[in-house]
């Protein structure tokens, strides 16, 4: 099965910290990585994304670092804000077939101010 | 340039019903991706069209289709709707072939009594 196993499923971080989520990946032919954020009663918007021929992206205060032999890709938020507080997304896809993205489970991000 | 939309935003349906849900992807776009979110399983692909064509389905029974239209808008009908298929339906607008990022739109929230 097509799955993506994303870790930890809540987490809280004060002010100024830095937030770390984790997923790994088993389907090898994975080659599309995006993150998602989602705030209640809204969709998912993109955040960021990377291919497995970078092991690092960062956009502003986003970064995706990816580890290819490990299967294994991490969103790091730094300096988090109280606006950062929502739910996010990993998940993957394998473009060579079609767009179908398999999602992770989720994670509630809570920074307190 | 306007985002995904979806219509209707809120629908509450008894069991037995059928219900459609449509979505106009971002102008110029020309693939569309459906997906149902829950609490319980999380977001979950249903189908993929390009060019009014169903180019991937997920792992959901028959009683979900879909359909897009020359201008790429898309309806997604379920038919004999059961509790479990209350659920957050959200459509992805993607530019065409060849490209992975996938917009969301504010989704359909489907509550089936």
């Known amino acids: 099965q097509q799955q993506v196993k994303q870790s930890p499923q809540s987490l809280i971080v004060q002010k100024g910290g830095i937030s770390i989520i984790n997923c790994a990946y088993e389907n090898t032919a994975f080659d599309y990585f995006p993150w998602y954020q989602q705030f209640p009663g809204k969709g998912p918007a993109l955040l960021i994304a990377?291919?497995?021929?970078?092991s690092e992206k960062k956009e502003g205060r986003f970064t995706i670092s990816f580890n290819k032999s490990a299967k294994q890709f991490s969103l790091h938020i730094m300096d988090s804000q109280p606006g950062d507080s929502a739910t996010y997304f990993c998940a993957a896809s394998d473009s060579g077939s079609a767009r179908q993205l398999t999602f992770g489970s989720g994670t509630q991000l809570t920074v307190l101010p | 340039k306007a985002g995904v939309t979806q219509t209707p935003r809120y629908l509450i349906k008894t069991r037995g019903q059928q219900v459609t849900l449509s979505c106009s992807p971002i102008?110029?776009?020309?693939?569309v991706s459906w997906y149902q979110q829950t609490p319980g399983q999380g977001l979950q692909f249903l189908f993929e069209y390009f060019s009014e064509t169903q180019r991937n389905k997920g792992n959901f029974p028959g009683r979900f289709s879909g359909r897009q239209f020359s201008n790429s808008r898309s309806e997604m009908n379920v038919s004999t709707l059961e509790l479990g298929d209350s659920a957050l339906y959200l459509c992805?607008?993607?530019?065409?072939?060849?490209?992975?990022?996938?917009?969301f739109g504010p989704g359909t929230r489907l509550t089936v009594l």
């Open positions: 990377i291919r497995p021929d970078v």
């Open positions: 992805a607008s993607i530019a065409g072939f060849g490209s992975d990022t996938q917009y």
């Open positions: 102008s110029g776009h020309r693939s």
